[in-house]
């Protein structure tokens, strides 16, 4: 499989000049390669062109039989020549840009896409998610805008200057078609070598962005038990490493461009050699040996600039293999697709199910069976660990059962049409997650355009009022990454509201209560009185005051369900 070969090392997944993958996830590549094979082209055209005319200006004026009268025409098309080439460089540079931002934007999409698909694991590696598909892939503007213009190049401009060398001057033309050839077979041995160091570098990167993430994330618990420091250490080790890894690629870049230099230097050295020598002996015209020299060193620029421009646009292509190693991880057959639906929530039933988090480990649950009828309010108890969250999991459809069933109305939960059962639970997690917004964003979250009045509401409800109004700027404060943040009672507040905004018919509420104060719990529970009153609720708790709202209690244990 491509997507094995391209594991490991970053470099290792680069196959050839060009990734046909690009192709696949960027459709903004097929239409800049196309444009670039035109622009060459041209480019390559006007090169010839613009030797010959010089060649022959140069040739008659040195001579003496012409003058600069005589040249005039051809120094005006030689101008034209010069200006057409800047235009073409113009709109090469131009349409690379665009094509690279396009390209980066349609893999970004095509990740984004694929991580939230149905089928797509939740084991995904944030930091290289992230370091890839942001600062990584913008690595790829040296790739589009230097490397692959100069692919095409590399092959029609040597092809094109050997030819018209040949035309003129055959012996000067085979010493060109002999030792080009010697700065890709140069190019090859130095481009394996630099995909190891760039697999190399990216592994680097990713440990340092793992290790920030980290750092950043449990900051306040590194400094409690005294680790701050050598956290830091650590990074700063990781940093050490990323930077000689970087030298360990500079060097190389550094190294095989004086080579290739060397290359194209000692070429056209013994290509001047030889119409020197033929010059003296008259076998060869004054003009042609102007046009064989100028043309000579053409045939080498664009190669050079391939190898200079591949150290460039390495790393990008590193960036865009590893997000291709993502979106090569197969999918999972996708459930809850096929639109199937019942009437209405109706009667819940929980059949031997059992769940197994991984070949060889314990069951978190095993066997359980229980049922729920319409507007009953089951609570959850039992003790921690004991696969509680694990159940409302199951009955989310977020966790696939090992074995067993979760039975909606008598049909398969796994059979019917996900989005349309989100859309009949309200749930509010043990651990809720607040976005980067304002309270009132983070509220609206439970339902799509809810309006202003039933959001104050949710609000009140869920005993947020007193806290918004403390804030600055109320509802509209900004919480999360950049703004205030809320206490673990607050967030949980947060999420009840949004549940109460969302107004399904099932409820999933996941100890709701369990960082409230009493008076703040006294509020919530008496609407989430309210809330249970017209829907069938499965609750787990542990407060006798929130299993008092429970109209009958399951208590979970490992190996099997007791009821009381
Ligand atoms: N994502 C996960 N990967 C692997 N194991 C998990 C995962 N989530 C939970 N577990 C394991 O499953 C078991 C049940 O976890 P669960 O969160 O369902 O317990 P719980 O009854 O809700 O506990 P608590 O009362 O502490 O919230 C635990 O032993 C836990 O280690
Ligand atoms: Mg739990």
Not at 11 to 26: I, M, S, T, V
Not at 124 to 130: E, G, I, L, N
Not at 299 to 311: D, E, F, M, Q, T
Request: proline content about 4%; overall charge neutral.
């Amino acid at each position: 499989m491509a997507g094995s070969r391209a594991r490991g090392a970053g470099g290792e997944g680069r196959r050839g000049p060009f990734d046909p993958r690009l192709l696949h996830y960027a459709a903004a590549t097929r239409r800049y390669l196309g444009l670039s094979v035109v622009l060459g082209t041209i480019a390559t055209s006007l090169l010839v062109v613009q030797a010959w005319i010089l060649a022959s200006v140069l040739a008659g004026v040195i001579a003496g039989h012409e003058s600069l009268h005589t040249c005039a025409p051809r120094l005006g098309f030689l101008a034209a020549a010069i200006c057409l080439r800047g235009l073409v460089a113009y709109l090469a540079e131009r349409s690379a840009h665009g094509a690279s931002a396009e390209a980066k934007s349609q893999l970004r999409v095509a990740v984004v896409d694929h991580l939230v698909a149905p089928g797509c694991g939740a084991d995904v590696d944030a930091a290289k998610v992230a370091l890839g598909a942001t600062v990584g892939l913008d690595a790829l503007d040296g790739y589009f805008a230097r490397y692959l213009p100069q692919v095409f190049l590399a092959v029609a401009a040597p092809s094109a200057v050997v030819v018209a060398i040949c035309g003129i001057d055959w012996l000067s033309g085979i010493i060109v078609a002999v030792t080009v050839p010697l700065i890709p077979l140069f190019m090859i041995l130095v481009g394996l070598r630099t995909g190891e160091l760039i697999g190399a570098r990216q592994g680097r990167l990713d440990a340092l962005g793992r290790q920030f993430l980290d750092a950043v994330v449990a900051l306040p618990t590194l400094k409690v038990f005294g680790r701050a420091q050598v956290q830091a250490r650590a990074m700063q080790q990781a940093g050490d490493q990323y930077r000689s890894a970087t030298m360990d690629t500079l060097r190389l870049a550094f190294l095989s461009s004086l080579v290739l230099e060397l290359l194209a230097t000692v070429s056209v050295a013994l290509v001047a050699v030889a119409i020197g020598l033929r010059l003296l002996a008259g076998a060869l015209t004054l003009d042609a040996a102007f046009f064989v020299l100028l043309l000579a060193p053409e045939a080498y620029v664009p190669l050079r600039n391939l190898g200079a421009s591949y150290h460039a646009s390495a790393d990008g292509v590193a960036a865009a293999d590893r997000l291709f190693e993502i979106l090569e991880q197969p999918l999972a057959e996708p459930r809850g697709t096929s639109g199937a639906r019942v009437a209405s929530v109706g009667r819940l039933e929980v059949v031997d199910l059992s769940v197994q988090r991984g070949a060889g480990a314990a069951k978190v649950l095993d066997r359980v069976n229980l049922s729920v009828d319409p507007g009953e309010v089951l609570a959850i108890t039992g003790c921690s660990g004991v696969g509680k969250t694990t159940l409302l999991s199951c009955l989310l459809s977020m966790t696939e059962p090992t074995s067993g069933v979760v039975l909606v109305d008598g049909v398969p939960l796994s059979v019917l049409d996900r989005s349309w059962w989100f859309e009949q639970v309200a749930w509010v997690p043990q651990r809720p997650h607040l976005f980067a917004g304002t309270i009132a964003d983070n509220v609206a979250l439970g339902r799509q355009g809810a309006s202003w009045g039933a959001i104050t509401q949710a609000i009140d409800d869920a005993g947020l009022t007193s806290v918004v109004e403390s804030l600055p700027d109320g509802p509209w404060t900004v919480i999360g990454e950049t703004g205030v943040g809320l206490s673990v009672g607050e967030r949980q507040r947060v999420a009840l509201a949004r549940a109460f905004l969302r107004d399904a018919p099932l409820l999933l509420l996941d100890e709701p209560t369990a960082a409230l104060d009493g008076a703040t719990e006294a509020v919530v529970l008496a609407a989430i009185g309210r809330l249970v009153e017209r829907r069938t609720t499965v609750m787990v708790a542990h407060r006798p005051s929130l299993v008092r709202l429970a109209t009958r209690v399951v208590e979970l244990e490992p190996a099997s369900t007791v009821a009381r």
